[in-house]
Structure formats: C-alpha cells, structure tokens
C-alpha cells in the first residue's frame, strides 16, 4: 500500500496546480465548463468503446475462444471512465489514453505481451476436465426412478 501514497498526495496537487494555472489564463468559469466538457466527451467515447468492446468479446466467446483482450481492455475502460470523472487536466488526460482505441490496444498489447496477465484454464463455453484428466462425459451419473402418487 505505500506505493499508493505517493500518487494520492502528487496526482491532486498536479491537478491543483494546472487547474490553477489554467484557470489564471482562461478564466475560473472556462476552465470549469472545460472540465465538464472533457467529462461528457469521456462519458460519450466509454459508452460507444464500452459496447464495442462487449461486442467483440461476445464474438470471441461464440467461437470459443478466450476474450483476454477484451477483458483487459473493459478493464482499462472502467479505469478511464473513473479517471475522467476525477475533474482536472492530467486525470482527463490519462482517462482519454485509456478510452481512445489506438492507445488503448496498445497498452493492452504491451501487457499481454509482458507475461503477467495469464488466461485461466476452462474459460468459456467448454467445461474443465476433472482432475482425473476424463471429460465432461465421463461425470454423468445414469439413474432410474419411479414416481408414486
């Protein structure tokens, strides 16, 4: 948890000082509606990249294949709708890098490609084995029974 705290004290007062540096050259009232803006604008590209992403997923899904991808990216999509929600300049900038496509993928490929992001076994429309190694057919128990009334 110490590595947290030096974002939680540095990241506001960078926000701070841009907003004030911001706001001594265009104004206190524009450089709140430009924090309004960007977050609306943030709001729009998550909602449209959101379902894109969902829906490549679902794709991903149908042809039994692992949505990593997908995954990691709908996770870089929350974290940049929460960063453009925090108001100020640096956060709506890192919000922005993580809901534009381009930057997005590319971040994502940087961490797939690192290693430490690995896919879990028995994901999607198949079944685990068991742990004797059998398939799913081997697990049926057959039976009879009798209904008295």
Known sequence: MRFLLLPFIAVPLLELWLLI???????????????????????????????ATLLRANQRLAFGEVPAREMLEGFLLAIG?????????????????????????????RLLRSGRWQVMPGFG???????????????????EYRRED
């Not at 430009?34 to 449209?48: S, V, W």
Request: aromatic share 6%; net charge positive; charged share 15%.
């Open 21 to 51: 540096q911001v706001g001594s050259r265009i104004g206190a009232w524009t450089t709140i509606g430009l924090c309004l803006l960007t977050a609306a604008i943030g709001l729009a590209l998550l909602r449209q990249q959101g379902v």
């Open 125 to 143: 429309p198949h079944p685990p084995p068991n742990r004797e190694g059998n398939d799913r057919a081997d697990r049926v128990i057959e039976g």
């Open 81 to 109: 709708g929460v960063l453009l929600m925090t108001p100020g300049f640096f956060t709506d900038t890192l919000g922005l890098l993580c809901l534009l496509p381009f930057t997005r993928r590319a971040l994502v490929a």
